[in-house]
């Protein structure tokens, strides 16, 4: 079984570089067929990157609306609730998905007077 599946592929491989060799014009057409392959995963990569950065761009935006940090303490709900609200976009609900857990580690205190929110340690509520 092995052997004949070996031989089947060498049969193909040979019978394509057989063909290759009779036309002239077919290394650049396989040349340009591997560079338009190139260009095109090269745009779908960067498409991907700029939605991306564009996504965190955003977010970046949403956060720093708030002048202070006793604001952004205040307001922390509804930042969390305009984030899900303009969660678009795939890029923008991953992002979305993981501020609401950033979120649930956020613990309200306060500090010379004034609200603030500060980061918890999971260990701290098992504890």
Known sequence: MVQEIGSFVVTLILGAANYLV?????????ALGI?????????????????????????TREIQNSATGTEFSRDIDV??????ESSTNKYRRQLAA?????????VPHEEDGEGRASQCRPTVHVS
């Open 22 to 30: 009779k036309d002239v014009a077919a290394p650049g057409i396989v």
């Open 35 to 59: 560079v338009v392959l190139l260009v095109a995963f090269t745009a779908a990569f960067f498409l991907k990157v700029f939605q991306r950065r564009k996504a965190v761009k955003w977010l």
């Open 79 to 84: 930042l969390s609730a305009s984030i899900r």
């Open 98 to 106: 993981a501020w609401g857990k950033y979120k649930e580690m956020l």
